[in-house]
């Protein structure tokens, strides 16, 4: 089984982060590779990265011409384009905001997101609406540090667990990475926190590796059905 993760940015080093942690998560058999955006945002944060990166990613993946690929995962959290991706490729997409919430949810009753930045929580608010788990949510929670800044492993987790209190202030009985530069710092906090920790990245390969197996896709009855046949420009025409 080969699995494709996408990153929302074009720093290279965070997609090489990322795939270790897919890596890990993954079960023997499964091939991971990851895809860095060659224009777009160096890390997305705020509406206008967002729609940015979705483009960069649908183009990314539209373009791509590497081995065949059993699935995707998408690892931004809370970027746009998830809807996108499940028109434009045959086989599942399992997105790191959805995945980790739905896992989140089979912990317990009400779950928390700690992610970067304070300006990505309506984003992030948004996409759980969207894919039905936005109820279950108690808060969205900033570290107020920046995606490049995740690189500082040690005041990454100080800023963590300082905003991991403020979920479980708020009714989270379990809580979820909210950013893939972020994983592997469950490992970290789980036992200082004393409840589940759930990463995005873990979680979707998981899911995206269930779905192959069970030999499930994505619906093409309605929502995500093929895109329409028409022409499409894709980046700025040549001049002539």
């Keep these: 089984m080969r699995i494709v993760v996408t990153n929302c940015n074009t720093t290279q080093e965070m997609t090489e982060e990322i795939v270790r942690g897919a890596r890990a998560a993954a079960g023997p058999g499964t091939t991971v590779t990851g895809l860095t955006p060659t224009w777009g945002p160096e890390s997305a944060e705020g509406w206008l990265d967002s729609y940015l990166s979705a483009a960069a990613v649908l183009d ?4 791509y011409d590497g081995p065949p690929y059993d699935a995707v995962v998408m690892a931004g959290f809370g970027e746009h384009g998830r809807e996108g991706v499940r028109e434009l490729v045959d086989v599942p997409v399992v997105d790191i905001t959805e995945a980790a919430a739905h896992l989140a949810c089979l912990l317990g009753r009400r779950y928390g997101v700690v992610t970067t930045l304070e300006r990505s929580r309506g984003q992030i608010e948004d996409s759980l609406e969207t894919a039905g788990v936005a109820r279950n949510c108690a808060a969205v929670v900033g570290t107020g540090l920046n995606v490049l800044d995740l690189g500082d492993d040690e005041r990454t987790e100080t800023a963590f667990l300082t905003a991991a209190e403020r979920a479980c202030a708020a ?11 972020m994983t592997g710092l469950q490992r970290a906090v789980r036992e200082k926190l004393g409840l589940p920790v759930v990463d995005g990245v873990a979680a979707a390969v998981k899911l995206a590796e269930s779905l192959v197996a069970l030999g499930l896709t994505t619906s093409r009855v309605g929502s995500y059905a093929e895109a329409l046949p028409k022409r ?8 002539r």
């Design 60 to 63: 990314t993946l539209r373009t």
């Design 171 to 181: 009714g989270a009985e379990v809580l979820v990475l909210g950013c893939a530069g």
């Design 232 to 239: 499409r420009v894709w980046g700025r025409p040549e001049r």
